[in-house]
């Protein structure tokens, strides 16, 4: 497949198309949490994002033998202005021809309405749940391989009703993630017969949470739901209600879900439960066993090398790394029909692609996108023991 010349490419503004590679080099934006709530997290998913694009490189296949660097940048979770600022060096500066990120919700929507929308930019994002992201304007530029909250409300409420749990309390974090992944749960849990006793957000960043976990403890509750951080509030609420006795055991979403929350609380954790996107598919066991330097097991790691994947296989099918260009073919390599492509094999996928023929990217995370393009969920159930995580099933 012919690649489209580059040499004539738009100048990068606002109103105008990102156009940002060369036939020699292609940049790649890896938006993540480098600091912040998700540190730990982000630790494992961007040499995830990284490795995909290595194997593209390193194959000398995509578009006419194009070689792909990546291009770090921090969306620290939590400061949208910081978010802003450094999505929009990547574009402007560091002239990427595609972002795969953000990862927290707010920034991620601050990131695509601000810059990435008005620049023509492409986002794919590996762990960016917000409900509200499903309906944003997005001029078809906006792609996410997790799954909406949406759907991790039914299936938390799922976990938690299969356990004969029927009174909960919820604290959650006071922003666009926390809010709408306490909604949709409450919403499901009501439906299926549960009762909330309190629905009440946090702040990130305090040295002591008493007032919360005071108000959580007299609302009473089986369990809590934390829909918080690990590296954070949620932390701090969970060590709170353990010091007081007000909760010893609490379900654990998304984004608690990480090795360093049971190191950071040791045994008292053990019996709490939760989930995180996750699958045990043929290219998740395969990703596993090609990951160096990284655990490909770790949450959001699975769907940070598919995100990276799906924009080079896109630029493939295109022909081109003009997002304008490449954006309708996201959806077409992600989905039936065609060949089955793992982790391992993009080589082969973009065989294909430069032959004229289709694509079926499952990746690593059984790829399957749905809606304005986003994935369709499978999730990882997961459990506490001897301070660690466990999983103990998918759904």
């Known amino acids: 497949m012919k690649k489209l010349l580059l040499s004539t490419a738009v100048a990068v503004g606002l109103g105008t198309t990102a156009v940002s590679a060369s036939a020699e080099e292609i940049k790649l934006g890896v938006f993540l949490g480098l600091t912040g709530p998700i540190e730990s997290l982000v630790a494992n998913m961007a040499p995830a994002a990284e490795a995909a694009i290595a194997e593209v490189s390193a194959s000398g296949l995509l578009l006419d033998g194009s ?15 910081a978010a802003t600022a450094a999505i929009e060096r990547l574009i402007t500066s560091d002239k990427v021809a595609g972002v795969v990120g953000g990862d927290c919700s707010g920034v991620t929507t601050a990131a695509l309405t601000n810059v990435a929308l008005p620049n023509g930019m492409v986002m794919i994002s590996p762990s960016a749940t917000s409900p509200a992201l499903s309906t944003v304007e997005d001029n078809g530029l906006f792609f996410r391989t997790a799954p909406s909250d949406a759907r991790q409300g039914v299936v938390m409420t799922d976990i938690i009703m299969d356990r004969d749990i029927k009174e909960v309390a919820v604290t959650y974090t006071n922003n666009d993630y926390g809010k709408g992944l306490a909604d949709a749960f409450q919403t499901a849990f009501e439906a299926a017969g549960g009762t909330v006793t309190i629905s009440a957000s946090h702040e990130d960043g305090k040295a002591d949470y008493a007032a919360e976990v005071g108000a959580l403890a007299a609302a009473g509750g089986e369990v809590l739901v934390v829909a918080g951080y690990l590296d954070q509030g949620g932390k701090g609420i969970i060590q ?25 609380i040791g045994s008292d954790l053990d019996g709490s439960f939760g989930q995180v996107p996750g699958t045990d598919s043929p290219g998740a066991g395969k990703l596993v066993e090609m990951a160096e330097g990284y655990d490909a097991s770790s949450p959001f790691a699975a769907e940070s090398y598919d995100a990276a994947a799906l924009i080079m296989l896109a630029m493939q099918a295109a022909g081109s790394t003009d997002p304008e260009m490449y954006k309708g073919k996201v959806m077409d390599v992600a989905n039936a029909p065609g060949e089955q492509i793992l982790p391992g094999e993009l080589a082969k996928g973009l065989e294909i692609l430069a032959a004229g023929g289709d694509i079926d990217y499952v990746g690593a995370s059984n790829v399957e996108l749905i809606g304005a393009g986003e994935s369709a ?19």
């Open 67 to 81: 070689t792909v660097t990546a291009v770090r940048a921090d969306t620290t979770c939590i400061d949208a202005a």
């Open 240 to 264: 709170g209600s353990l010091d007081t006795g007000a909760f010893d055991t609490f379900v654990l979403p998304d984004g608690m879900v990480g090795d360093s929350l049971p190191e950071a």
């Open 377 to 395: 969920g499978n999730y990882r159930e997961i459990e506490i023991k001897d301070a660690a995580l466990s999983t103990v099933g998918y759904r």
